[in-house]
C-alpha cells in the first residue's frame, strides 16, 4: 500500500508577509506549561511536547491498566502451566497491586497540585433493625429522660442472648404495666362503709394466715400477691358477710394457682387446710362468683411483677441477702390495708427496696439507677418506706406473726432478725 504522502506547512500571508504557520502566535503568547498531570519536555524550538511514554491519569486509564495486567497475568499462568509448573492464581492479587500502585500515583499528583486527595471507602454501616426503630420510637413517646450512661448501669446486658428476657421490649412492657396499675387500683372500701361487717384488722388476720398457708404449700411469689390483689378487687365491688370472709381468702388462693402454679392444689386441700369449716360445693360457688364479678381479669400487674424488676436494678443476681428483705417488707406491706390501698404497687414494691437498702446499710440508699428503672425518686419514696420500717420494728411483738416467721428462718436468710433501720424513721 502506498504510502500516505505527508503535507508540508505552506507559508500564510499576514498583513501582507507570508509567514510559517505557527511563526505569529509565538510571538504574541507563551508556550504551553506543565498542565498538571501531563509529563512534558521542551524540544529543541523551546515547545513543550508530551515526553513519550506518558498520558494523564485518568480513570479510564487507570481501567485499561488493571484491564493489561490482568491480561498479562492470564498469559503468564497459561505459560507456566503448558510448561508443567503448578500456579497458583494471583490474577486478583496482582490486579489489586496495579490499581493500587496507580490509584496512590494519581492521590500523589492531585496533592500537588491542591486537588482533594481519594480517600478508602469506608465499609457500609449496619443498618438499624425494625425492632431497634420501633423501641427508640416507643422510649421518645413514652418521654423517658436519658441519663448520662455512667451513673446508669445497664441491667439488661447479661440478657441479651436469652430470648425469654425480651430484652428489646422489656422496657416498654413496665411503662404498660404502670399505665394499667392505675386502672386496676383498688379504691378504698374500708372507710366508705362498703363492708359493715368486716374491717381492716379481719382482713389482715385473713392476709396473716393465708401467708402461711402458702408457705406450708410451698407455691410461688407470683400466687401469693395474686391472692391478695384478687381478695381486695373483690371485697370492693360486693359486700361479703364476715363468716364468708376466710371462704373467700381460699377461693382467691384457689384460683390464683390455677393461673400461676403448674400442680396447682385441689380443693380438698384448701378444704382440709380450713378445718372443714366449708365444703366443697361452697368453695366453688364463691370461685365462681369471684370470677364473675372481677369478669376474668385476671392480668393485673402485681407489686410482685415490680419487685423482680427493681431487685435487678439494686444488686447483683447473686445477692441473695437482699432479695430476701426486700420480699419481706413487701409482705409486711400487702398485710397491711393502708399500705396496699393507698400506694400503687409500683411505689409500694420501689420503697420495698429503698427500705431494705436503708436495713442493710447500702450506700448509697438510691441510685440514678434505680430512680431510672423505677420511676420514682427518693422523696418520693420515703414516706412509704417509713411504715415498712415501723412494721419491721412491731414485727416480733405482733400478734401477726406469719411473715416474721418465715422471714426469719434459715431458707428465707433470716432476715427478719436485723435490726430496723431506725436512721430512716429519725429523718421523718
Known amino acids: ?26 510571538k504574541n503568547r507563551t508556550a504551553l506549561g506543565d498542565i498538571g498531570n501531563v509529563v512534558t519536555a521542551r524540544g529543541g524550538n523551546g515547545i513543550a511536547k508530551p515526553q513519550a511514554g506518558n498520558r494523564p491519569l485518568t480513570r479510564s486509564f487507570c481501567a485499561q491498566l488493571v484491564a493489561n495486567a490482568q ?15 503448578q500456579v497458583v492464581d494471583v490474577n486478583v492479587a496482582g490486579a489489586r497491586k496495579t490499581v493500587a500502585g496507580v490509584q496512590k500515583k494519581l492521590q500523589e499528583k492531585n496533592s500537588k497540585h491542591g486537588k482533594v486527595e481519594l480517600k478508602p471507602t469506608s465499609k457500609k454501616k449496619k443498618s438499624p433493625t425494625l425492632t431497634a426503630f420501633l423501641t427508640a420510637h416507643s422510649k ?45 387500683r383498688v379504691r378504698d372500701y374500708m372507710n366508705s362503709q362498703s363492708q359493715p361487717d368486716i374491717n381492716e384488722k379481719m382482713r389482715s388476720i385473713l392476709v396473716d394466715w393465708l401467708i402461711e398457708v402458702h408457705y406450708k404449700f410451698e407455691l410461688r411469689q407470683e400466687t401469693l400477691y395474686l391472692t391478695i390483689n384478687i381478695i381486695d378487687r373483690f371485697l370492693s365491688i360486693k359486700v361479703v358477710p364476715r363468716k364468708e370472709l376466710q371462704l373467700v381468702g381460699i377461693a382467691s388462693m384457689l384460683i390464683a394457682c390455677k393461673y400461676e402454679e403448674i400442680w396447682a392444689p385441689e380443693v380438698n386441700d384448701f378444704v382440709q387446710i380450713s378445718d372443714k369449716a366449708y365444703v366443697r360445693e361452697q368453695v366453688l360457688a364463691m370461685e365462681k362468683a ?21 431487685i435487678k436494678a439494686s444488686s447483683a443476681p447473686s445477692d441473695s441477702e437482699m432479695e430476701n428483705m426486700v420480699y419481706f417488707f413487701a409482705e409486711l406491706g400487702i398485710m397491711n390495708y393502708s399500705t396496699t390501698i393507698k400506694y400503687p404497687p409500683s ?7 429503698y427500705a431494705a437498702r436503708c ?70
Not at 411505689?347 to 427496696?353: D, E, F, G, N, P
Request: charged letters at 25%; glycine letters at 6%; hydrophobic letters at 35%.
Open 1 to 26: 500500500m502506498a504510502a500516505r504522502p505527508l503535507l508540508q506547512d505552506q507559508p500564510r500571508r499576514v498583513g501582507g508577509v507570508q509567514q510559517k504557520n505557527g511563526e505569529g502566535d509565538r
Open 71 to 85: 491480561v498479562a497475568a492470564q498469559k503468564n499462568q497459561t505459560t507456566l502451566q503448558k510448561q508443567g509448573v
Open 140 to 184: 421518645e413517646a413514652c418521654g423517658l429522660t436519658k441519663k448520662p450512661q455512667e451513673l446508669i448501669v445497664n441491667i439488661d446486658e447479661g440478657s441479651i442472648e436469652d430470648e425469654l428476657a425480651v430484652v428489646e421490649y422489656v422496657e416498654d412492657i413496665y411503662k404498660f404495666y404502670e399505665i394499667a396499675e392505675e386502672e386496676s
Open 290 to 310: 369471684i370470677l364473675g364479678s372481677l369478669e376474668w381479669y385476671l392480668t393485673v400487674p402485681t407489686p410482685y411483677m415490680f419487685l423482680t424488676r427493681f
Open 347 to 353: 411505689l409500694l414494691a420501689a420503697s420495698s427496696v
Open 359 to 428: 436495713t442493710l446499710n447500702n450506700s448509697p440508699s438510691w441510685t440514678e439507677t434505680l430512680q431510672h428503672y423505677t420511676g420514682y425518686s427518693e422523696n418520693q419514696i420515703k414516706e412509704c418506706a417509713r411504715l415498712l420500717v415501723s412494721f419491721h420494728m412491731a414485727a416480733p411483738e405482733s400478734k401477726l406473726r406469719a411473715v416474721y416467721k418465715k422471714f426469719s428462718k434459715p431458707d428465707n436468710g433470716m432476715v427478719a432478725l436485723r435490726s430496723p433501720a431506725k436512721s430512716l424513721l429519725a429523718s421523718t
